[in-house]
């Protein structure tokens, strides 16, 4: 994969992100990195910089994960994270099409969702 496609496709995933209800994805400065926020819990982290090395990590459930570790050599362990609940995902993988990884965006979402108070799910529910 290119710089120029993977640029696109930390753009594409970026924009991906921001238009999940009530997500937003920014630039956070301490880390250095692209930060999935939602009520203030992160859903992800993504590199900003088209590089080999550009990653994205993602939410998920644990069984899911380490079958999923197990059945793509570009998908590991989060790094830096719980490695039973994160994965890490290298952008330059042509083992996974943008709609693939796009699941793999709304699960971890929907994860930090389920779990925010309910107090925080019924406002998001009055805002539409």
């Given at each position: ?24 994805v920014y ?8 930060y ?26 644990p ?26 995902i290298k ?19 929907s ?18």
């Amino acid at each position: 994969m290119t710089n120029i496609s993977l640029k696109s496709r930390i753009e594409h995933f970026q924009d991906f992100g921001n238009h999940l209800p009530h997500a937003k994805v920014y630039y956070r400065e301490d880390w250095e990195t692209l930060y999935f926020d939602l009520a203030g819990k992160m859903f992800g982290i993504m590199s900003l910089n088209a590089a080999d090395n550009a990653t994205v990590t993602l939410k998920g459930q644990p069984e899911a994960n380490a079958t999923l570790c197990e059945m793509y050599r570009d998908i590991s362990a989060g790094y830096h994270m719980n490695k039973k609940h994160w994965i890490f995902i290298k952008l330059s993988t042509d083992e996974l099409s943008d709609q693939e990884i796009e699941k793999m965006i709304e699960n971890s979402y929907s994860l930090v969702f389920s779990n925010l108070s309910l107090s925080i799910r019924k406002s998001f529910a009055k805002v539409k």
